[in-house]
């Protein structure tokens, strides 16, 4: 909790240093012999801008500067510790052709004040000079790995973005393309519905009974029609015109399973359960997840083999594809276009869809659907 606090609150950290180096800087005044009226205030001078090293490390790298060289210069001692600490910030947070410059210049009005500090002694004077261009490398290092976690950030974050628009850029494509298909389920229920009212209205008279079985069937027909459209409307926002053939349904499994098997991957198909009239969108959706899944397989598993079991029970469709292939890697995760495809699908008819590896290897798809035709 604290680290966090003062990584979110730098000036925690910059208050806590200068609060240091003031403590130093007051002892080692205090030292000068006849000169504490002098050395305090220089040392003030030198130590309080470094409260401003993140925001104008130049301006700050100067002051800190020249306090230093008439430090030095006055009573013939050297505090290194804010120039030292004016040189890291100067790389740390000034651009790097700019804080190399001022680095050199700082460097170079510091030689002469610490020839004079250290009597002209070659080995002294070197490894007094020499701390600052290691602070000035810190800093410059510290700089370097901040920018570089900055891009790696600013990458995640665009990848995260881009992953995003794709996902968003799939589920807009999938809509559309579900749009297209319910509108033809629709004009096909009205169809029917025109057929047979037109049906009635001939044999109203002569024969009633006939009649009102024409009824009860545009009955039907239009709330299955309201059913596909309130899904419709609820699911997409916009309906492509384009007009497509009919779509297939479960029916054209059979045909499905073959066609995949000449494609190479040999392929189970048992249904379960006494089959029963699905309402066409539900038909059709349940068809596409077949599909989609035998497809993945194909492209992606590298399987061998693949069951599909089409279960009906409890006013329920349920369909299960499992293949011997690599696992859900190669499938498609669950940020797949694919499998976006069949979430949307079932999730437009209040149905589920479940992803996963098997333990045995390979993977599984399962979709449950409702079977019921008429409006809930």
Same mark, same amino acid.
């Given at each position: 909790?604290v680290?966090?606090?003062?990584r979110r609150?730098?000036?925690?950290?910059d208050?806590?240093?200068?609060?240091?180096?003031l403590?130093?800087?007051?002892g080692w005044?205090?030292r000068r012999d006849q000169?504490l009226?002098?050395?305090?205030?220089?040392s003030? *001078?030198?130590?309080?801008?470094?409260?401003a090293?993140r925001?104008?490390?130049l301006i700050?790298?100067g002051?800190?500067?020249?306090?230093?060289?008439?430090l %030095?210069?006055?009573?013939?001692?050297?505090n290194?510790?804010?120039?030292? +600490?004016?040189f890291?910030? *100067?790389?740390?947070?000034a651009?790097?052709?700019?804080?190399?410059?001022?680095?050199?210049?700082g460097?170079?009005?510091?030689?002469v004040?610490?020839?004079?500090e250290?009597?002209?002694?070659?080995t002294?004077?070197?490894?007094?000079l020499l701390v600052? &261009?290691?602070a000035w490398v810190?800093?410059?290092?510290?700089? %370097?790995?901040?920018?570089?976690?900055a891009?790696? @950030?600013e990458r995640?974050?665009r990848?995260e973005?881009?992953?995003d628009?794709?996902a968003?850029?799939?589920?807009a494509e999938e809509?559309?393309?579900?749009?297209?298909? +319910?509108?033809?389920?629709l004009?096909h229920?009205? $169809?029917?519905m025109?057929?047979?009212?037109a049906a009635?209205?001939d *044999?109203?008279?002569s024969?009633?009974?006939?009649?009102?079985e024409?009824?009860?069937s545009? @009955?039907?027909t239009?709330?299955?029609?309201l059913?596909?459209l309130r899904?419709? +409307?609820?699911a997409?926002?916009t309906?492509?015109?384009?007009a497509l053939?009919?779509?297939?349904?479960?029916?054209?499994l &059979?045909?499905?399973? =073959?066609? /995949?098997?000449?494609?190479g991957l040999?392929? @189970?198909l048992?249904?379960?359960?006494e089959?029963? &009239?699905?309402a066409?969108?539900v038909d059709?959706s349940?068809?596409r997840?077949?599909?989609?899944?035998?497809?993945n397989?194909?492209?992606?598993a590298?399987? $061998?083999?693949?069951? *599909?079991?089409?279960r009906y029970?409890?006013?329920?469709?349920?369909l299960?594809?499992? =293949?011997d292939?690599?696992?859900? $890697?190669?499938?498609?995760s669950?940020?797949g276009?694919g499998?976006?495809g069949?979430?949307?699908?079932?999730?437009?008819y209040?149905g589920e869809?479940e %992803?996963?590896a098997r333990?045995?290897?390979?993977?599984? /798809?399962?979709?449950?659907?409702?079977a019921e035709?008429?409006v809930?």
């Amino acid at each position: 909790m604290v680290w966090e606090r003062l990584r979110r609150n730098p000036w925690l950290i910059d208050a806590a240093l200068v609060g240091l180096l003031l403590l130093f800087a007051a002892g080692w005044a205090d030292r000068r012999d006849q000169g504490l009226a002098v050395a305090l205030p220089l040392s003030l *001078v030198q130590v309080l801008p470094l409260l401003a090293r993140r925001r104008q490390p130049l301006i700050v790298l100067g002051i800190v500067i020249a306090a230093t060289v008439a430090l %030095t210069l006055h009573f013939h001692s050297l505090n290194p510790l804010p120039p030292f +600490l004016a040189f890291y910030s *100067v790389a740390a947070h000034a651009d790097r052709r700019i804080a190399l410059l001022a680095g050199v210049a700082g460097l170079a009005a510091l030689i002469v004040p610490v020839l004079h500090e250290t009597d002209y002694d070659f080995t002294s004077f070197a490894f007094h000079l020499l701390v600052f &261009p290691a602070a000035w490398v810190l800093g410059d290092n510290l700089r %370097t790995r901040r920018a570089y976690y900055a891009a790696l @950030e600013e990458r995640a974050a665009r990848l995260e973005r881009e992953r995003d628009e794709q996902a968003q850029r799939a589920v807009a494509e999938e809509q559309a393309r579900i749009a297209r298909e +319910l509108h033809d389920v629709l004009a096909h229920n009205v $169809s029917v519905m025109v057929v047979q009212a037109a049906a009635a209205g001939d *044999v109203f008279d002569s024969h009633p009974g006939r009649a009102r079985e024409a009824l009860r069937s545009i @009955e039907q027909t239009g709330r299955a029609a309201l059913q596909e459209l309130r899904r419709l +409307l609820g699911a997409v926002r916009t309906v492509d015109d384009e007009a497509l053939a009919p779509q297939p349904g479960l029916k054209l499994l &059979p045909e499905l399973v =073959d066609h /995949v098997r000449r494609a190479g991957l040999a392929v @189970e198909l048992s249904v379960e359960g006494e089959p029963r &009239p699905l309402a066409a969108g539900v038909d059709l959706s349940a068809y596409r997840v077949v599909q989609e899944a035998l497809t993945n397989t194909i492209k992606h598993a590298h399987a $061998s083999t693949a069951d *599909v079991r089409v279960r009906y029970d409890d006013g329920r469709v349920e369909l299960f594809v499992a =293949d011997d292939g690599i696992g859900p $890697s190669a499938n498609g995760s669950t940020d797949g276009h694919g499998l976006i495809g069949m979430r949307e699908r079932v999730a437009l008819y209040g149905g589920e869809l479940e %992803t996963a590896a098997r333990p045995e290897g390979g993977f599984l /798809v399962r979709a449950s659907l409702p079977a019921e035709h008429g409006v809930q």
